[in-house]
């Protein structure tokens, strides 16, 4: 998913082959966080969209599992919900290893394998007013990696929340 195109109806559909209780961030090329993941998103982040997931376990609705959880609907593990997070072109596309090719969503270059990821810092300054109210965002560039400010690392750590390994990127 991305902000061009939405194909499924709500709630957001994923099916899972592992029957053990997701992480508060499961499937991140999905962006599908926890409820405990997107209680810290609203806090940090004024723009994103948070759309209502269902995982669902072999795809198919096992009774057993759903009275456990309370689930009528055949989910699982509770709410989940793919978030759809501000983008910024802040790749710097001299400094990084990559490979590309042209995107048939925006018919913009596009990062289709990342080896070594630089940021641009002339554009992050010029982005700084907007990221500055948006601890999680994505790169334009590269849709599946999420990045997030140290403030929101640190109430990441602070929270327990499960699933999330962090990287540091620099910005050159």
Known sequence: ???YEQKNKLPVPYNTSNK???????YSYNNIVSENFLKIIRQLNADFEALESVVYYNGKN?????AQSGNSDGR??????TIIFPEYKLFNWE???YTS??????GEKIVTELKELRLDKKLIDWNID???KNNFFILAEKP?????TENAKKEIEESGLTGIQFEEIVAI
């Open 1 to 3: 998913m991305n902000q």
């Open 20 to 26: 053990n209780k997701p992480t508060d961030f499961p």
């Open 62 to 66: 096992f009774e057993n599992y759903c």
């Open 76 to 81: 699982i593990w509770g709410n989940f919900y």
């Open 95 to 97: 400094k990084s290893i």
């Open 101 to 106: 090719a042209i995107s048939h969503v925006t």
């Open 130 to 132: 907007s990221l500055q």
């Open 144 to 148: 599946v990696v999420l990045l997030c």
